[in-house]
């Protein structure tokens, strides 16, 4: 059996229309962030939550020059169109945008979405400024979900050095 994949990946301009059509269908949109370098199951629960937040779910995909500045050199192990790829195998992500600077609050103002999540984290206080502000001046509603105990992206790559 052949898997037909469709690429849920768009351009911030595509997203925008894409949101515009949510709202006229009065359907909410729940947006998170972040670099989904080396996918695991966290994520995936992560991620299976945020969607139950809304009618749909963006994921906005720090690019491999973003994950660079925020991580230093040796990331990302994965390239961002390999990520965005992965991220939109999964049916419970609706698209994928990949942004290029360090932080995303042009991209959530854009959007303006119904519900921003992120993992559990972060608080109100720990998120960057920028993005809280601009999460409060679209009047966003703000959620955290607990991690998956035992999955980080981190931890991942230092089991496989001593492996």
């Not at 059996?1 to 768009?10: L, P």
């Not at 995936?44 to 009618?55: F, N, V």
Request: charged fraction near 25%; proline fraction near 4%; aromatic fraction near 8%.
């Amino acid at each position: 059996m052949q898997y037909r994949h469709t690429n849920k990946t768009m351009t911030l301009a595509e997203a925008v229309e894409w949101r515009a059509r949510l709202k006229q269908n009065h359907l909410r949109l729940a947006l998170t962030n972040g670099c989904f370098d080396l996918l695991h199951r966290g994520h995936a629960e992560y991620l299976i939550a945020a969607r139950q937040t809304a009618d749909a779910l963006l994921v906005l995909l720090n690019s491999d020059d973003s994950i660079r500045e925020l991580k230093g050199p040796s990331r990302p192990i994965c390239r961002e169109n390999d990520r965005a790829f992965l991220l939109s195998c999964f049916d419970f992500i609706d698209s994928v945008v990949i942004f290029r600077s360090r932080r995303c609050d042009r991209e959530i103002a854009a959007l303006s979405p119904d519900v921003y999540v992120k993992g559990g984290d972060y608080t109100v206080d720990k998120l960057d400024p920028s993005e809280r502000a601009a999460l409060f001046a679209c009047n966003t509603e703000i959620r955290f979900i607990p991690f998956v105990p035992g999955f980080s992206t981190t931890t991942l790559i230092e089991k496989s050095k001593h492996a």
